[in-house]
Nanobody, 128 residues
């Protein structure tokens, strides 16, 4: 059974960098054909895709946040991470990591149309 667990600070100050990590168990993040994503939901808003790192290491980031967002991975720990720089109170949200499994490389869509696995989410507050 694949499980995802987010970790990181629950509060950061404006202008700082937010760093979150997702630990995956039950699967290797390098196994074909998984994708691993970060999403967030701000108060009163829908779910927003932040970015994805594929099983092969390729990264896709939401163009709306491209200048501030990076996604990386630690394959030895089966972890992938989100870094969001220069945060503002508008980045206050519940952040989720999610995974999707495809049957082949050609079927992979980014952002994913649906996710097979979800973390429970981590609430992050950005203070002025």
């Amino acid at each position: 059974q694949v499980r995802l667990q987010e970790s990181g600070p629950g509060r950061v100050k404006a202008s700082q960098t937010l760093s979150l990590t997702c630990t995956v168990s039950g699967a290797s993040i390098t196994t074909s054909y998984y994708t691993w994503s970060w999403l967030r939901q701000s108060p009163g808003k829908g779910l927003e895709w932040m970015g994805t790192i594929r099983y092969d290491g390729r990264v896709h980031v939401n163009p709306s946040h491209q200048t501030r967002t990076s996604i990386s991975r630690d394959t030895s720990e089966d972890q992938f991470s989100l870094q969001l720089t220069s945060v503002t109170p508008e980045d206050t949200a519940k952040y989720y990591c999610a995974g999707a499994k495809y049957s082949g490389d050609r079927g992979i869509s980014v952002p994913d149309e649906q996710y097979d696995y979800w973390g429970r989410g981590i609430q992050v507050a950005v203070s002025p």
